[in-house]
């Protein structure tokens, strides 16, 4: 996955808020050549890459200052922005790694419904045990 892209203008007033201020500590352009090596890095060794810099970007309609929809201080992501990297990741493990796709997991534990339908047949299940019990 590549690094997102910095809103520089918002990382500049958050950074400016701190106490002491501090000075902007990222620029826009070094995000962008951060994300072109994680892809070349991902190319190179035949690995997909989820590239959170380009959707990010797009999403903000390819301007920086619409990035603050998906930054919380120009830096890090808000819950917007996680969702542009869950669709960006289930997507690519959808298509590179299909067998591991949350649809064509085999689930750990027996569905509720099931344990529902028939409670008898089922109830040990639903019983806590103790992690120190002996048996």
């Known amino acids: 996955?590549?690094?997102?892209?910095?809103?520089?203008?918002?990382?500049?007033?958050?950074?400016?808020?701190?106490?002491?201020?501090?000075?902007?500590?990222?620029?826009?352009?070094?995000?962008?050549?951060?994300?072109?090596?994680?892809?070349?890095?991902?190319?190179?060794?035949?690995?997909p890459v989820?590239?959170?810099?380009?959707?990010?970007?797009?999403?903000a309609g390819r301007e920086e200052e619409k990035l603050e929809d998906f930054l919380t201080d120009g830096l890090h992501l808000n819950e917007k922005g996680y969702a542009i990297v869950f669709e960006g990741l289930e997507k690519t493990i959808k298509d590179a790694y299909p067998e591991y796709h949350y649809d064509n997991l085999q689930s750990v534990f027996m569905y509720f419904d099931l344990i529902a339908e028939n409670p008898d047949k089922y109830m040990e299940l639903t019983k806590k045990r103790s992690a120190f019990a002996h048996s």
């Open 50 to 59: 989820v590239d959170l810099w380009e959707n990010l970007y797009e999403a």
């Open 1 to 47: 996955m590549t690094p997102p892209p910095v809103n520089t203008a918002q990382r500049e007033r958050a950074q400016l808020a701190k106490s002491p201020p501090k000075e902007l500590d990222r620029e826009f352009e070094t995000t962008r050549r951060y994300a072109e090596a994680a892809k070349e890095v991902g190319k190179a060794e035949s690995v």
